[in-house]
């Protein structure tokens, strides 16, 4: 008896959006990426094939970082004290994208010059994230997109008390950028129209709804991804745009992770639970709908690729 | 089709005789809309009206509980594709597959049977085992299954999954599980007559596999004839992406209704290598899985699983919470500020984002207000000084800074008193009302 | 070509001028030495400029806010209309074209009921008795006299009285030669339709006073943050006074939760029951002044209010009121005295403290849906009383839902930097000119502006969101130009008037924590109504009338009410603004005991729903959080005001 699987039909689609730019396009990435453009639930084959695949980026900071987990000191050793030998490690370990992160201690000059390495050290396209002070992002993010107008970097993070200064600045110098809101489907929303109403083209935004690790929130993160999408298919225009989210970050900040001693013994293996953490956040996350998730870990970012290879598999 | 309050409502006497306990029909309606009452409580309900009430309440997926002597798992009543939704209501029953030849059995389903891992002060277990008839009929396999049903419920007393295709096999180790319902996997296009006839025996719950949805749905129906009630889904699938379009497809089809494939699945998370388990499981997990059938027991793998599991069937509908307790906030040190406020994560987020956007290093103490902002929580008593006091002292907030000071927000200037009293060698201030004037008032009041 | 334009102005005088075709009428009237006034800046936006013309023909690019009537009389935008030929304009006087325009809405003025009839209607009642004297032969007790003169005289057959009024009636009986008059309440015997239900005797003077003259009642609104009484002449119905002030517990907390925790404590609970009792009987003095009577004139007052300021009003414990699951005290108040309750008026007269729903619906609601006629509409029927506390009913004669969300005080004006109640010296509207940023603002009373009461304030910031000031969010847009915009105490502020201007010589302004409250408040409201149709399954489209009730000031413009997403984007036709629904319900309670009757009925008929449950209410309210909402699509109008700006 055959049946008639029910296939939704839906009034509009995530934009497609392209991050990075070759020489062709006016930059110097080798390629760039495209992220978005789908038109069903994620990886719903049977209704339509995903048109792109979601990627995988590397968060890599400006300075070495000193509260990070050792397992990610062991396994990025010295790279870690050069942005852009730690690009190039990233690189090799999959990335198809790197994340800059920069710190506050940093100054004008020195973040340029972190971006301009990393630009030259890789190929691939570049996120640069401000270290998250309205001000301070302002001061780094505004002579970085100048200094590298036309590579299509995607600048962060624009959220609703702080936007304006970082999207007059992507606009000026055709760059993207990162919007985020804390896991609420109307604050997404509302950014995202904040910043198309000061004239952002809408094919430069990648939205961040913000997450939390596994344990630690990812719940809600995870049902505001597929509101988000399936308010997009339904054909809400400001809602239809690719999602980033960062459960490297998250995964990484957790107790699970991060600490290996006086931790219950039913956790298990310190370095696999890590991993695991990580993988399962990201996993989950790349389920309910995110097309770019920023990772940390090389062993989760080989696992995720896998993962990603299956799911888009018709 | 669910009814509205107001259509409810219509059916109802409309006498506001207050008898069901509530104040008003209308009030009783929407209580019934909302399915947290049962029309049984209105005395004067017409006939006509209990029929067209009843037929827009039943489950489109089978409520399916696995039993043993000691505990039991329950899965499907799902009424929903996405949790947000409405909720996802009963948790995917994680298994262990063993096989009955390995001579270990015992001991591994032992080690296994008191994992136990606590999250968030709840206790988390493995919900039973597969017993995997291993051996071929040849060699006894009758005799190997028993055996290991047999070791294996010595050490554990939790339900059990019979894996095998052996009819016979299955019967006499069934016969050992007295007054349990135990889950059969599986039963195919070939040999669905002998195993639904055993399940039927022994009050089982027969797995139903095939390639296609289509054969699936032939194949319950058959099943069902026979008198079979209780059924689970195997939905096959090679991949992530054809298990995740399967089981999406049968979710869907069960929710308009469908009956034929109405029952929950099962998934074995192993079947393409141990190195993908934990992803596999995972999706399972989050997508419709009744039961997950995991081959490693590996508490780095099983924990994680088990809080993915937990929050995915989180009621969505609570207000969003963060976990309570200290968040540092830019790297503080001993004479930073300690501010203190409730774990609604809207409340969190406006004001860790403030101080965050600012630079300053702060402690910020999230107190345990059920998930609701400081003026709802005070208002309702969820956010006073006895609690404030409980979490400063609870989180060993003292240990941490070198400065006894804490500042509440400035919407509960009225608790400084009594934190006052409570904590009484800590200086208490008065923030501002509003997060956005926190940057301000640490840089000119806290100095 | 050049055409002759002959302006008139309201008062009547002719001045012509001579301009070329194409010249706008509002550049014409500039020559001319006329000043009309351009609140938005000449854009079309606010219809203030609309002229009369009365000869010849102009050519009309926008008539915006004019309805197609008007058009027909020659009405035209002066800012939107050229000259193409010889014509005459009347200049009308502004407030006469403010009335004229599709979105003002003037609250409805007070008018007693048409049916009202004092001897059927109302409770209280001004007889005469001639009673005879005792004698030797009679020596009946003068209480007993006096019950047998009522019995015979006027069938009241079981007429009580306190001790105090028992004390004088020996001196009123003698000094009036055994003719007196009596004040009675009959709501008894008029409720049950039984003679032999207890009368209570309020007051007997000694003579016959006229029975048509003034017998003095009072209904009174409670309100969190502002009280407002009316006083009200018993036999012709009419409200003679109305006085209004904040209430004197806003000093120990602006909501009602501070007000319970303040009443929890030592003596918080009397504190807080004098403090109100101060403020209605200072209002009650000063009504009592305007109508040349004495407070011990007053025989009857009617309460309305919400649950907490009942509670606080009567000194019984509120504290369950916020503790879940929210429980009152009492609903359903008995009759009391003036002496008991604390009332300056005659001690005896009757006071009616209105029945409430729950805790967070009181009679302040109950009243309100009786005035509003919410019980007794035909259709489905949106009611919203912007309070300090947002109530919300939906409903119709058949149902009737409610439910409650906390808005705060920024609609009346308080909790916001420079607001102020809806009196003399308010900003009532104000303008914005969207390329100079400039202002243009009215004034209550004329003068210098001292704040800015609700409706300036709902006028304000649908202007600066229009004009760009704000961003949808409402942040302050400081890269816009102008000195108006600034970094302020509380980050980005709008100056509304400048201190030069204002009365206190001081700048007032819109701060961004204003604007932050102003959407909460907005935001509550919306999402409060939004919710209560869904959860009975009603569709904002079915619903055929809004009547909106509260304090924000006599004036409201409903297309700005809408464009900040206070109200719904629906056809103007369908709101209603009834001012004070609370004090008004409580007058019709007080004038007439049917009436009085069916606020029990809605009472007891109200299903209340308690939105707080789940997360409905706060997905609601965040996207509710921005201007005018997060779903534009709900707010089409919104959308191409904004596109044409």
């Given at each position: 008896?055959?049946?008639?699987?029910?296939?939704?039909?839906?009034?509009?689609?995530?934009?497609?959006?392209?991050?990075?730019?070759?020489?062709?396009?006016?930059?110097?990435?080798?390629?760039?990426?495209?992220?978005?453009g789908?038109?069903?639930?994620?990886?719903?084959?049977?209704?339509?094939?995903?048109?792109?695949?979601?990627?995988?980026?590397?968060?890599?900071?400006?300075?070495?970082?000193?509260?990070?987990?050792?397992?990610?000191?062991?396994?990025?050793?010295?790279?870690?004290?050069?942005?852009?030998?730690?690009?190039?490690?990233?690189?090799?370990a999959?990335?198809?994208?790197?994340?800059?992160?920069?710190?506050?201690?940093?100054?004008?000059?020195d973040?340029?010059?972190?971006?301009?390495?990393?630009?030259?050290?890789?190929?691939?396209?570049?996120?640069?994230?401000?270290?998250?002070?309205?001000?301070?992002?302002?001061?780094?993010?505004?002579?970085?997109?100048?200094?590298?107008?036309?590579?299509?970097?995607?600048?962060?993070?624009?959220?609703?008390?702080?936007?304006r200064?970082?999207?007059?600045?992507?606009?000026?110098?055709?760059?993207?950028?990162?919007?985020?809101?804390?896991?609420?489907?109307?604050?997404?929303?509302?950014?995202?129209?904040?910043?198309?109403?000061?004239?952002?083209?809408?094919?430069?935004?990648?939205?961040?709804?913000?997450?939390?690790?596994?344990?630690y929130?990812?719940?809600?993160?995870?049902?505001?991804?597929?509101?988000?999408?399936?308010?997009?298919?339904?054909?809400?225009?400001?809602?239809?745009?690719?999602?980033?989210?960062?459960?490297?970050?998250?995964?990484?900040?957790?107790?699970?992770?991060?600490?290996g001693?006086?931790?219950?013994?039913?956790?298990?293996?310190?370095?696999?639970?890590?991993?695991?953490?990580?993988t399962?956040?990201?996993?989950?996350?790349?389920?309910?709908?995110?097309?770019?998730v920023?990772?940390?870990?090389?062993?989760?970012?080989?696992?995720?690729?896998?993962?990603?290879?299956?799911l888009?598999?018709? | 089709?669910?009814?509205?309050?107001?259509?409810?409502?219509?059916?109802?006497?409309?006498?506001?005789?207050?008898e069901?306990?509530?104040?008003?029909?209308?009030?009783?309606?929407?209580?019934?809309?909302?399915?947290q009452?049962?029309?049984?409580?209105?005395?004067?309900?017409?006939?006509?009206?209990?029929?067209?009430?009843?037929?827009?309440?039943?489950?489109?997926?089978?409520?399916?509980?696995?039993?043993?002597?000691?505990?039991?798992?329950?899965?499907?009543?799902?009424?929903?594709?996405?949790?947000?939704?409405?909720?996802?209501?009963?948790?995917?029953?994680?298994?262990?597959r063993?096989?009955?030849?390995d001579?270990?059995?015992?001991?591994?389903?032992?080690?296994?049977?008191?994992?136990?891992?606590n999250?968030?002060?709840?206790?988390?277990?493995l919900?039973?085992?597969?017993?995997?008839?291993d051996?071929?009929?040849?060699?006894?396999?009758?005799?190997?299954?028993?055996?290991?049903?047999?070791?294996?419920?010595?050490?554990?007393?939790r339900?059990?999954?019979?894996?095998?295709?052996?009819?016979?096999?299955?019967?006499?180790?069934?016969s050992?599980?007295?007054?349990?319902?135990?889950?059969?996997?599986?039963?195919?296009?070939?040999?669905?007559?002998?195993?639904?006839?055993?399940?039927?025996?022994?009050?089982?719950?027969?797995?139903?596999?095939?390639?296609?949805?289509?054969?699936?749905?032939?194949?319950?129906?058959?099943?069902?004839?026979?008198?079979?009630?209780?059924?689970?889904?195997?939905?096959?699938?090679?991949?992530?992406?054809?298990?995740?379009?399967?089981?999406?497809q049968?979710?869907?089809?069960?929710?308009?209704?469908?009956?034929?494939?109405?029952?929950?699945?099962?998934?074995?998370?192993?079947?393409?290598?141990?190195?993908?388990?934990?992803?596999?499981?995972?999706?399972?997990?989050?997508?419709?899985?009744?039961?997950?059938?995991?081959?490693?027991?590996?508490?780095?793998?099983?924990?994680?699983?088990?809080?993915?599991?937990e929050?995915?069937?989180?009621?969505?509908?609570?207000?969003?919470?963060?976990?309570?307790?200290?968040?540092?906030?830019?790297?503080?040190k001993?004479?930073?500020?300690?501010?203190?406020?409730?774990?609604?994560?809207?409340?969190?987020?406006?004001?860790?984002?403030?101080?965050?956007?600012?630079?300053?290093?702060?402690?910020?103490?999230?107190?345990?207000?059920?998930?609701?902002?400081?003026?709802?929580?005070?208002?309702?008593?969820?956010?006073?000084?006895?609690?404030?006091?409980?979490?400063?002292?609870?989180?060993?907030?003292?240990?941490?800074?070198?400065?006894?000071?804490?500042?509440?927000?400035?919407?509960?200037?009225?608790?400084?008193?009594?934190?006052?009293?409570?904590?009484?060698?800590w200086?208490?201030?008065?923030?501002?009302?509003?997060?956005?004037?926190?940057?301000?008032?640490?840089?000119?009041?806290?100095? | 070509?050049?055409h002759?334009?002959?302006?008139?102005?309201?008062?009547?005088?002719?001045?012509?001028?001579?301009?070329?075709?194409?010249?706008?009428?509002?550049?014409?009237a500039?020559?001319?030495?006329?000043?009309?006034?351009?609140?938005?800046?000449?854009?079309?936006?606010?219809?203030?400029?609309?002229?009369?013309?009365?000869?010849?023909?102009?050519?009309?690019?926008?008539?915006?806010?004019?309805?197609?009537?008007?058009?027909?009389?020659?009405?035209?935008?002066?800012?939107?209309?050229?000259?193409?030929?010889d014509?005459?304009?009347?200049?009308?006087?502004?407030?006469?074209?403010?009335?004229?325009?599709?979105?003002?809405r003037?609250?409805?003025?007070?008018?007693?009921?048409?049916?009202?009839?004092?001897l059927?209607?109302?409770?209280?009642?001004?007889?005469h008795?001639?009673?005879?004297?005792?004698?030797?032969?009679?020596?009946?007790?003068?209480?007993?006299?006096?019950?047998?003169?009522?019995?015979?005289?006027?069938?009241?057959?079981?007429?009580?009285?306190?001790?105090?009024?028992?004390?004088?009636?020996?001196?009123?009986?003698?000094?009036?030669?055994?003719?007196?008059?009596?004040?009675?309440?009959?709501?008894?015997?008029?409720?049950?339709?039984?003679?032999?239900?207890?009368?209570?005797?309020?007051?007997?003077?000694?003579?016959?006073?006229?029975?048509?003259?003034?017998l003095?009642?009072?209904?009174?609104?409670?309100?969190?943050?502002?009280?407002?009484?009316?006083?009200?002449?018993?036999?012709?119905?009419?409200?003679?006074?109305?006085?209004?002030?904040?209430?004197?517990?806003?000093?120990?907390?602006?909501?009602?939760?501070?007000?319970?925790?303040?009443?929890?404590?030592?003596n918080?609970?009397?504190?807080?029951?004098?403090?109100?009792?101060?403020?209605?009987?200072?209002?009650?003095?000063?009504?009592?002044?305007?109508?040349?009577?004495?407070?011990?004139?007053?025989?009857?007052?009617?309460?309305?209010?919400?649950?907490?300021?009942?509670?606080?009003?009567?000194?019984?414990?509120?504290?369950?009121?916020?503790?879940?699951?929210?429980?009152?005290?009492?609903?359903?108040?008995?009759?009391?005295?003036?002496?008991?309750?604390?009332?300056?008026?005659?001690?005896?007269?009757?006071?009616?403290?209105?029945?409430?729903?729950?805790?967070?619906?009181?009679?302040?609601?109950?009243?309100?849906?009786?005035?509003?006629?919410?019980?007794?509409?035909?259709?489905?029927?949106?009611?919203?009383?912007?309070?300090?506390?947002?109530?919300?009913?939906?409903?119709?004669?058949?149902?009737?839902?409610?439910?409650?969300?906390?808005?705060?005080?920024a609609?009346?004006?308080?909790?916001?930097?420079?607001?102020?109640?809806?009196?003399?010296?308010?900003?009532e509207?104000?303008?914005?000119?969207?390329?100079?940023?400039?202002?243009?603002?009215?004034?209550?009373?004329?003068?210098?502006?001292?704040?800015?009461?609700?409706?300036?304030?709902?006028?304000?910031?649908s202007?600066?969101?229009?004009?760009?000031?704000?961003?949808?969010?409402?942040?302050?847009n400081?890269?816009?130009?102008?000195?108006?915009?600034?970094?302020?105490?509380?980050?980005?502020?709008?100056?509304?008037a400048?201190?030069?201007?204002?009365?206190?010589?001081?700048?007032?302004?819109?701060?961004?924590?204003?604007?932050?409250?102003?959407?909460?408040?907005?935001?509550?409201?919306?999402?409060?109504?939004?919710?209560?149709?869904?959860?009975?399954?009603?569709s904002?489209?079915?619903?055929?009338?809004?009547?909106?009730?509260?304090?924000?000031?006599?004036?409201?413009?409903?297309?700005?009410?809408?464009?900040?997403?206070?109200?719904?984007?629906?056809?103007?036709?369908?709101?209603?603004?009834?001012?004070?629904?609370?004090?008004?319900?409580?007058y019709?309670?007080?004038?007439?005991?049917?009436?009085?009757?069916?606020?029990?009925?809605?009472?007891?008929?109200?299903?209340?729903?308690?939105l707080?449950?789940?997360?409905?209410?706060?997905?609601?309210?965040?996207?509710?959080?921005?201007?005018?909402?997060?779903?534009l699509?709900?707010?089409?109008?919104?959308?191409?005001?904004?596109?044409?700006?």
């Amino acid at each position: 008896m055959p049946i008639e699987i029910p296939k939704d039909k839906w009034a509009g689609s995530i934009k497609a959006i392209t991050i990075g730019a070759t020489s062709a396009e006016g930059g110097t990435r080798a390629k760039a990426v495209t992220v978005g453009g789908g038109t069903t639930m994620p990886y719903l084959q049977f209704e339509a094939p995903t048109p792109n695949k979601p990627v995988i980026a590397i968060e890599i900071k400006s300075r070495k970082p000193e509260d990070w987990s050792p397992l990610l000191a062991e396994v990025w050793g010295e790279a870690m004290a050069d942005s852009a030998q730690w690009a190039k490690k990233a690189e090799e370990a999959g990335a198809d994208l790197i994340v800059l992160a920069l710190t506050v201690e940093d100054n004008p000059e020195d973040a340029v010059k972190a971006v301009k390495s990393v630009l030259g050290a890789t190929g691939l396209p570049l996120i640069v994230w401000g270290p998250g002070q309205a001000e301070k992002d302002n001061e780094l993010l505004v002579p970085i997109s100048e200094a590298t107008k036309g590579e299509r970097l995607v600048l962060g993070i624009c959220e609703d008390k702080n936007y304006r200064t970082i999207v007059a600045t992507a606009m000026a110098n055709g760059h993207l950028v990162q919007a985020r809101a804390p896991m609420d489907v109307n604050l997404s929303k509302q950014l995202n129209i904040l910043i198309s109403d000061m004239g952002m083209p809408k094919d430069r935004i990648l939205m961040d709804p913000t997450t939390g690790a596994l344990g630690y929130g990812m719940e809600y993160g995870y049902s505001v991804m597929e509101r988000l999408r399936l308010a997009a298919l339904q054909g809400d225009a400001m809602t239809q745009f690719p999602m980033i989210v960062t459960p490297g970050f998250e995964a990484w900040k957790t107790k699970e992770a991060k600490v290996g001693e006086g931790v219950p013994q039913a956790w298990g293996d310190w370095k696999a639970r890590a991993i695991n953490w990580e993988t399962l956040t990201a996993i989950a996350l790349i389920e309910s709908g995110a097309d770019v998730v920023v990772l940390r870990h090389p062993e989760s970012v080989k696992r995720i690729k896998e993962a990603i290879e299956e799911l888009i598999t018709a | 089709m669910a009814l509205s309050g107001i259509q409810i409502y219509k059916m109802l006497p409309q006498t506001n005789c207050k008898e069901c306990g509530f104040p008003t029909c209308l009030a009783f309606a929407m209580k019934l809309a909302a399915k947290q009452v049962e029309l049984g409580s209105c005395p004067y309900v017409s006939e006509e009206s209990k029929k067209q009430l009843a037929e827009s309440a039943a489950p489109p997926i089978r409520l399916i509980t696995l039993k043993s002597n000691g505990t039991e798992v329950k899965v499907g009543n799902e009424v929903v594709m996405f949790r947000h939704e409405k909720t996802f209501y009963n948790k995917p029953g994680l298994f262990l597959r063993v096989k009955a030849s390995d001579p270990d059995i015992a001991k591994k389903v032992a080690q296994a049977d008191a994992y136990k891992v606590n999250y968030v002060g709840m206790d988390f277990t493995l919900n039973g085992f597969a017993i995997e008839a291993d051996g071929d009929a040849s060699t006894g396999s009758a005799q190997v299954l028993s055996a290991a049903v047999k070791a294996v419920r010595e050490v554990t007393k939790r339900p059990l999954i019979l894996i095998g295709s052996d009819a016979a096999a299955l019967d006499s180790s069934l016969s050992l599980l007295v007054n349990e319902s135990t889950l059969i996997y599986a039963a195919d296009s070939s040999n669905y007559e002998s195993l639904a006839d055993v399940a039927k025996k022994h009050k089982a719950v027969l797995v139903v596999k095939a390639d296609s949805l289509d054969d699936l749905a032939d194949l319950t129906q058959k099943i069902q004839a026979k008198g079979v009630e209780d059924m689970v889904l195997d939905l096959g699938g090679k991949n992530l992406s054809e298990w995740l379009a399967r089981s999406t497809q049968a979710r869907r089809l069960a929710l308009k209704n469908f009956k034929p494939l109405g029952y929950p699945s099962i998934f074995f998370a192993a079947q393409n290598g141990l190195d993908k388990e934990a992803v596999y499981a995972a999706q399972a997990i989050a997508k419709y899985a009744g039961f997950v059938v995991i081959d490693t027991f590996a508490p780095e793998m099983i924990y994680p699983l088990l809080v993915l599991r937990e929050n995915i069937y989180t009621d969505p509908q609570k207000p969003i919470q963060v976990q309570p307790g200290v968040y540092e906030i830019n790297s503080p040190k001993p004479e930073s500020p300690v501010l203190v406020t409730t774990n609604f994560s809207i409340t969190y987020f406006a004001v860790a984002n403030e101080v965050e956007g600012s630079g300053l290093p702060a402690w910020l103490v999230v107190t345990d207000a059920e998930g609701m902002s400081v003026l709802t929580a005070w208002a309702a008593g969820k956010f006073d000084a006895e609690r404030i006091a409980k979490a400063i002292k609870g989180f060993d907030v003292a240990s941490k800074v070198s400065k006894k000071r804490i500042v509440l927000p400035g919407h509960v200037a009225v608790l400084s008193g009594e934190v006052e009293e409570e904590l009484s060698d800590w200086e208490v201030r008065v923030g501002p009302r509003e997060a956005v004037d926190l940057p301000a008032f640490m840089k000119q009041a806290l100095n | 070509m050049e055409h002759l334009i002959t302006f008139t102005t309201p008062d009547q005088n002719s001045i012509s001028v001579k301009s070329q075709t194409g010249m706008l009428l509002s550049d014409a009237a500039h020559l001319a030495g006329i000043d009309i006034g351009q609140p938005c800046g000449g854009q079309g936006r606010c219809g203030r400029c609309a002229v009369q013309v009365t000869d010849g023909t102009v050519r009309r690019r926008s008539a915006l806010r004019l309805s197609p009537a008007d058009i027909e009389q020659g009405f035209a935008l002066a800012c939107q209309t050229v000259v193409e030929d010889d014509v005459s304009i009347y200049v009308p006087p502004q407030e006469k074209i403010e009335r004229r325009l599709t979105t003002d809405r003037v609250v409805a003025e007070v008018t007693v009921p048409a049916d009202y009839d004092y001897l059927s209607d109302q409770t209280v009642r001004r007889i005469h008795l001639e009673l005879t004297p005792p004698s030797m032969d009679d020596q009946t007790d003068d209480w007993s006299r006096l019950q047998t003169a009522l019995r015979l005289q006027h069938r009241l057959e079981n007429v009580t009285c306190s001790l105090p009024l028992l004390q004088k009636i020996g001196a009123a009986l003698r000094e009036g030669e055994w003719q007196v008059t009596a004040i009675v309440d009959l709501a008894n015997v008029l409720q049950s339709g039984e003679s032999d239900r207890p009368v209570w005797l309020i007051d007997l003077q000694p003579g016959h006073v006229d029975e048509y003259s003034s017998l003095w009642g009072t209904a009174i609104d409670i309100g969190t943050t502002t009280v407002s009484l009316w006083m009200v002449n018993l036999v012709t119905g009419e409200v003679k006074a109305q006085a209004a002030e904040y209430n004197g517990q806003i000093a120990r907390g602006e909501d009602v939760i501070s007000r319970i925790v303040y009443a929890g404590k030592g003596n918080g609970r009397e504190d807080l029951r004098q403090r109100v009792l101060d403020t209605m009987n200072v209002l009650l003095e000063i009504a009592c002044k305007r109508v040349k009577a004495k407070p011990e004139d007053i025989v009857k007052a009617t309460i309305a209010g919400n649950s907490t300021m009942m509670h606080l009003l009567l000194g019984i414990p509120a504290e369950n009121i916020r503790l879940s699951p929210f429980i009152t005290g009492v609903n359903h108040l008995p009759v009391m005295t003036a002496r008991e309750v604390g009332l300056s008026a005659n001690p005896e007269a009757s006071v009616d403290c209105l029945p409430g729903v729950a805790s967070y619906v009181g009679a302040d609601i109950t009243a309100g849906v009786l005035s509003a006629g919410v019980d007794s509409a035909e259709e489905t029927t949106l009611f919203l009383d912007v309070g300090t506390n947002g109530e919300i009913v939906l409903g119709d004669r058949d149902w009737l839902v409610t439910c409650a969300c906390s808005a705060g005080p920024a609609f009346e004006g308080a909790g916001v930097v420079n607001g102020m109640r809806a009196t003399t010296g308010a900003i009532e509207e104000v303008w914005i000119n969207s390329e100079t940023f400039e202002p243009t603002y009215r004034v209550i009373g004329g003068g210098k502006p001292k704040g800015i009461c609700g409706s300036g304030l709902i006028s304000l910031l649908s202007e600066a969101f229009i004009t760009g000031i704000l961003d949808k969010r409402g942040n302050v847009n400081l890269m816009a130009t102008s000195s108006r915009v600034r970094e302020g105490a509380h980050g980005g502020e709008y100056v509304v008037a400048w201190g030069a201007e204002s009365e206190s010589g001081e700048d007032i302004v819109l701060s961004r924590v204003d604007v932050d409250n102003l959407l909460r408040a907005k935001a509550a409201i919306y999402a409060g109504f939004t919710v209560l149709a869904e959860t009975v399954g009603i569709s904002l489209e079915a619903v055929s009338k809004v009547l909106v009730g509260g304090s924000f000031g006599k004036y409201i413009n409903v297309e700005k009410a809408v464009q900040i997403g206070l109200l719904p984007d629906m056809d103007w036709s369908r709101f209603e603004f009834l001012g004070n629904t609370s004090v008004k319900g409580a007058y019709l309670a007080l004038l007439d005991w049917q009436k009085r009757e069916r606020i029990t009925e809605i009472a007891k008929r109200m299903t209340y729903i308690e939105l707080s449950a789940d997360n409905t209410f706060y997905e609601a309210f965040t996207s509710a959080l921005f201007l005018p909402h997060t779903d534009l699509s709900k707010f089409p109008s919104v959308e191409s005001a904004l596109q044409k700006n």
